[in-house]
């Protein structure tokens, strides 16, 4: 292990013990059972670069559900797959709104603001479901590639979960069935959706399989193409706009960076050039993301001075 | 004049002949008289490195109306004369709406969603009012010293047609102070509000005097620190995620830079650690951008390879 | 045929006379196929009062879709199973917004604004399907038994199309079931709503089976009591306040009578004391309101002096 | 004096004692200091009939101030000085927000619901101010010769307290002039309402100088016209829909009589055919209605079987 990493880790253990307390200000994900009853003073970070540094700590291997986050994946995965003709059906502008806002969709004529609010995530998991004979393993295989780890798998505890409180879900999905904008059924859509929610990964993991959105698109560990240059900074701008619900604004205000959180308690960030930074701890704020998670990438961002807007 | 220089010189002026005739796709803001006489088919372009280079094409010595622009000056100044605790009367949120509703500002009880949004730069416009003896000299001044020039001052047509015509401001203004967000009386916040709106400036001007946001405060002519850095990342955070209005996540998507656009038709669109590029061109879409505007920077951004998302 | 009678039959053939080209104002309802075929010149009316008479004009015995007019017998029904209670699980304002409306069903925690629209009428097809072993059956039992007429029956063409294409109602129901407001599947309470939609009644039989409402909740025939004088009184009160969508207001301004209509083209207005009266004819306006029917109602209570507000 | 009254009389100072306890239940207005001083402890109410009875009980003859009451003189004025034209520029529909909203206003282009929300009585006020040389002499005037009593007067201290606290209606008038509905200068207009909503009466006043609108327009004690037959049926209808701000359906539910309430604590209620009640009591329940108020007119409807939907 060379200095550079040495020195990584060593910041990364310092924040974590400066973060030890903080898990208190949250409060668990608890709208389905699976999630509410994680540990809620389990920590990690890691921090995978495009150069090949791979550092960790604390509960960094431990498996979480990526939930949201796997919001990325899915529109990384529609875009390569249906092109820009994607952009007729969802928009790439910050909503304003909670996440969950049905209210926007209506007005709006089921036509959501953009792919990472949950009507957007909904309308990718319909292009994906329509668009592959088993949207749901091609998901996985997608995952798992990325990561290098054959392992990832679906929580089923946490799917089961989601299926029986996903009213909402049902509802948004409906409402842009009822404009026209789900191909597929209802029912077949939001069965991948809530598959891809319920995906266990670990920090590493999530830091490692983003790595291509730091560097225009290319996988550097195996230097292939995951998706184009372009899209990778159209996706890095989704993320800085709106990845972070309705604290967005304020995320860019105060760390800088393209960034996706989970109610899991998972918060990935981009830094273009650089790397990928995975945060995991379960308390959420009131936006429903990780309080925890917002410090440790908000504390070693400033360190390391990796703000996008200096 | 350098190679770089008569490089950069040759792109602006290929540039502002590829869009030569797209003046015809936007549409000159007429809501008052003394905008709507403007000339459709002017255009230019101007850009300002932090290392000393200044670079201008077609119309860029042309005086226009910078309106919204002047938002972005007006915050600098309120957060330099009352620090942090002008977050707590507006947020730093994109607003998801257009940039004049009334709506949020009601249910959010008058506390605007960012200082970029019309209700946002009253509010601003407040905290100079009632800070500063005679705001609108010190507004003034804080310009001319900026752009290095003493001519720089209100156009007093438009500013009377702004009174004239400013009664969904009026309407923004009382709602505030309906909440008891607007310390000063609404005329007078109107008054500066609509004056600093009014003022005069080229893209030139304008691209030189915000250099300092692209050099962490710094204006690298004079080494004053005209800002903290802190505050330089967290205005280019907010003219990224709200700075265009209801295109803002659109302008992230497609060119990656923070910008402010003002219904004069000028776009002035910062790039950390590089410099500052102003075009204008006075035909607007139906967002209030310029179209040429944003064409003009788009088109340098891609082929400098300026995004700060990569 | 007493000279009343006579008197009266010739006022409805007058007004149906006067009206016979004002079809061409409005248009048949085609959001499903099976409504869109009806033919649009179809037009009748028919008055039944409390003392006994019934008379009617035109097409007044042709079946039509009753469709919303079905809410007044649920709403009915449903009071009288669970009494008093069901006011905490839906309120008796009007909506101000169109009656397909989910916005405010999200912002007001899922408690529909009034039971005669969309949402209200789905809680309340919530509340029969939860306390009836057999919902529909119950439904069609009652309905005959205040027409008099057991051959009443449902389209089922008309319910197959309402099926398909019910995404909208689907996502107010699963909104309404995400905030705890639904007891039962979504699937069987969508199946109860969409089954009483597509009854098929004519004028005659509407007319009839309503009287109990002009008559302080006794059936004036049979001396039966359908639901005590209070209920008879609030459910005239909805009506007048929101039977029309989002033209009640105009309504009670220019008729003054509470009143329901149906997208199939049907319309019923209560006169407390007097009687019935029950218009038809397919086009509808851009409010989902009868033109015709609509018209109809308007001349008879004006002829015969039965506005509430004199 | 005969029995009818002496009965009447007994049932009213009856209805006054059972409500003795229960103004604790409200919160007087305190939104200008000017109202806020009012004993929470006084009560009144009176019964004027249209064919000469008049009877009251309690602090009937204590002056208050009318506030919203007087939208239902004003918009009697308005439409006999512009006819018809006046709903070109306002609505009749309940706006199921709000009486002071001013979202759905920007969402409807600056045409308000209806004539007795804030909006629409602003707008009713710019008609007034735009008609007549002195408006608000001829509004006192106006409801002076209504009262028979030439001693009726303005508040100057409540219209200074409106003047200094105005903000939102200010917002609401400089709104609807930005669309374009406001004819005379915001200040004048804001001048005229605040004006009339600083008249003071008392219910034996207020009732009187109302029962031409339960008696087809003409003032039974004068046989003069004050409106059409149509006009005072258009006016009852508006008041039944939407006369209690956002708690008008369930009055109409609970009570049903047409009604018009104001913060200063005063109710009225047409009774078509009948007479006028009017109640006060000062504390408000959340809605911006007289708790007690309320009461005294729902008892007082429900003794006597005053309810138009029976």
């Given at each position: 292990?060379?200095?550079?990493?040495?020195?990584?880790?060593?910041?990364?253990?310092?924040?974590?013990l400066?973060?030890?307390?903080?898990?208190?200000?949250?409060?668990?994900?608890?709208?389905?059972?699976?999630?509410?009853?994680?540990?809620?003073?389990?920590?990690?970070?890691?921090?995978?670069?495009?150069?090949?540094?791979?550092?960790?700590?604390?509960?960094?291997?431990?498996?979480?559900?990526?939930?949201?986050?796997?919001?990325?994946?899915?529109?990384?995965?529609?875009?390569?797959?249906?092109?820009?003709?994607?952009?007729?059906?969802?928009?790439m502008?910050?909503?304003?709104?909670?996440?969950?806002?049905?209210?926007q969709?209506?007005?709006?004529?089921?036509?959501?603001?953009?792919?990472?609010?949950?009507?957007?995530?909904?309308?990718?998991?319909?292009?994906?479901?329509?668009?592959?004979?088993?949207?749901?393993?091609?998901?996985?295989?997608?995952i798992?590639?990325?990561?290098?780890?054959?392992?990832?798998?679906?929580?089923?505890?946490?799917?089961?979960?989601?299926?029986?409180?996903?009213?909402?879900?049902?509802?948004?999905?409906?409402?842009?069935?009822?404009?026209?904008?789900?191909?597929?059924?209802?029912?077949?859509v939001?069965?991948?959706?809530?598959?891809?929610?319920?995906?266990?990964?670990?920090?590493?993991?999530?830091?490692?399989?983003?790595?291509?959105?730091?560097?225009?698109?290319?996988?550097?560990?195996?230097e292939?193409?995951?998706?184009?240059?372009?899209?990778?900074?159209?996706?890095?701008?989704?993320?800085?706009?709106?990845?972070?619900?309705?604290?967005?604004?304020?995320?860019?205000?105060?760390?800088?960076?393209?960034?996706?959180?989970?109610?899991?308690?998972?918060?990935?960030s981009?830094?273009?050039?650089?790397?990928?930074?995975?945060?995991?701890?379960?308390?959420?704020?009131?936006?429903?993301?990780?309080?925890?998670?917002?410090?440790?990438?908000?504390?070693?961002?400033?360190?390391?001075?990796?703000?996008?807007?200096?």
């Open positions: 292990m060379n200095k550079n990493i040495i020195d990584l880790q060593g910041k990364l253990e310092a924040l974590l400066a973060q030890r307390d903080n898990f208190h200000q949250g409060k668990v994900a608890d709208y389905i059972p699976a999630l509410a009853v994680v540990k809620p003073d389990l920590m990690g970070i890691s921090v995978a670069t495009i150069d090949g540094k791979v550092v960790g700590a604390g509960d960094y291997q431990h498996a979480f559900s990526i939930q949201s986050i796997s919001k990325v994946f899915g529109l990384v995965m529609a875009i390569n797959r249906i092109g820009d003709s994607i952009w007729q059906r969802v928009r502008e910050p909503s304003g709104q909670p996440f969950n806002s049905i209210i969709l209506q007005s709006e004529k089921g036509i959501p603001r953009n792919p990472v609010i949950n009507a957007g995530a909904i309308l990718v998991s319909d292009i994906l479901t329509s668009h592959f004979s088993s949207s749901k393993l091609a998901f996985l295989t997608f798992r590639k990325l990561a290098g780890n054959e392992n990832i798998s679906i929580d089923n505890q946490v799917y089961l979960s989601e299926v029986k409180h996903g009213h909402l879900n049902a509802a948004l999905a409906h409402l842009m069935k009822s404009f026209g904008n789900i191909d597929s059924k209802v029912q077949d939001l069965s991948h959706y809530f598959t891809q929610c319920s995906i266990s990964m670990n920090c590493e993991q999530l830091a490692q399989s983003l790595l291509f959105l730091a560097n225009k698109g290319i996988d550097p560990r195996t292939k193409v995951i998706c184009s240059a372009r899209d990778a900074h159209r996706v890095n701008a989704i993320l800085s706009t709106s990845g972070m619900y309705d604290q967005s604004g304020e995320f860019a205000f105060s760390v800088g960076l393209p960034a996706k959180s989970g109610v899991g308690g998972g918060l990935i981009i830094v273009p050039g650089y790397g990928v930074i995975c945060a995991w701890s379960p308390p959420l704020n009131h936006y429903g993301n990780s309080v925890v998670g917002m410090n440790l990438v908000a504390s070693i961002a400033e360190e390391l001075g990796l703000s996008i807007y200096h």
